[in-house]
């Protein structure tokens, strides 16, 4: 009983470095998405998809970049980390009958980043 | 625009007390509303959620309405437990987008001590 699985769950950075964070879903969700989650902000969205090759912009989405090549998997990347990417992500994804019907949202245990 | 907020906490309550989060929203078109629910370590999980206006949601004691006159969705629960310790999140769909994304509110820590 998986549901989103994310890692990894800590990582630390130097300003420059690239890295991706991974996010894979085992229920058949269509959409999936990428929130930041920093102090007094709440979650704030990334990217998201509605499905296997779309993908869209959120709220934040500078200096991360997504791509949906199945159903299951959902990677973000940093292309070159900032200090201000330092925060934690979560994973989320819920089904196609969400996508009108509002549904669900379900999340994975986040992964911590820093960006030293 | 779309926005979600919400009083600010932490919020400290004996056991057995009664709780209220506040929560009141701006949105565009008419969205759902929920309740999130984050214990430590671990990511969000839904509480409740109202789809349409005066619909009240409900869930392990905890209940809000949808009040489009006020556009709030105030959180209650009338005695809380020190297991209901957590950050509590106000949201918001967006059907404007197509696809119903998601919009948060700063979240508001709750601590219950017995």
């Known amino acids: 009983n998986a549901g989103v699985t994310q890692t990894p769950k800590f990582q630390v950075l130097k300003t420059g470095q690239s890295m991706t964070l991974q996010c894979a879903q085992d229920?058949?969700?269509?959409?999936m998405s990428w929130y930041r989650q920093d102090p007094g902000m709440g979650l704030r969205l990334i990217h998201y998809?509605?499905?296997?090759?779309?993908?869209d912009q959120g709220e934040v989405p500078n200096g991360y970049n997504v791509s949906r090549s199945t159903t299951e998997d959902f990677p973000l990347r940093l292309l070159s980390a900032a200090p201000s990417q330092t925060s934690v992500y979560f994973c989320?994804?819920?089904?196609?009958?969400?996508?009108?019907?509002?549904?669900?949202?379900?999340f994975g245990e986040g992964s911590r980043l820093t960006v030293l | 625009g779309n926005s979600v907020t919400q009083m600010e906490g932490p919020v400290t309550l004996s056991e057995e007390a009664f709780l209220t989060i506040n929560c009141t929203y701006t949105?565009?078109?008419?969205?759902?509303l929920f309740w999130y629910v984050q214990y430590p370590g671990e990511g969000l999980q839904l509480l409740l959620k109202a789809t349409k206006a005066d619909d009240k949601g409900s869930n392990k004691g905890f209940e809000a309405t949808y009040r489009k006159e006020t556009t709030s969705f105030h959180l209650e629960k009338g005695s809380v437990q020190v297991s209901d310790s957590a950050v509590y999140f106000c949201?918001?769909?967006?059907?404007?987008?197509?696809?119903?994304?998601?919009?948060f509110g700063t979240g508001t820590r709750l601590t219950v001590i017995p």
């Open positions: 229920m058949n969700h269509e959409y």
């Open positions: 949201a918001l769909s967006d059907p404007g987008t197509g696809a119903n994304n998601l919009f």
């Open positions: 989320a994804s819920k089904s196609t009958g969400a996508l009108r019907i509002t549904g669900e949202l379900f």
């Open positions: 998809s509605v499905g296997a090759g779309i993908t």
């Open positions: 949105a565009t078109g008419y969205p759902s």
